[in-house]
């Protein structure tokens, strides 16, 4: 698998998590976060519930070594 194929999948994940989150409680909001090591050819995709505005990424992505996306939801 290559990591452009890895980052194709993290991105449906994301869609697919979103939905069933909805499904379960409507009114919360997610930050997913996705990142590349090169290095090691791995893709990471971590998520989390976001309370009171709070994310877990720096708001400069430019801090940051690995490629990086972050997705939010239902802000």
Not at 27 to 50: G, K, N, P, Q, T
Not at 54 to 69: F, R, T
Request: proline share 3%.
């Amino acid at each position: 698998m290559t990591i452009k194929d890895g980052i194709y999948i993290a991105v449906d994940l994301v869609k697919i998590l979103d939905k069933k989150i909805r499904l379960i409680n409507p009114d919360i909001s997610e930050c997913y976060i996705l990142s590349v090591d090169d290095e090691s050819e791995c893709v990471y995709l971590m998520f989390h519930e976001i309370i009171n505005g709070e994310l877990w990424v720096d708001s400069d992505l430019e801090n940051y070594k690995q490629p990086i996306a972050v997705f939010i939801s239902n802000l």
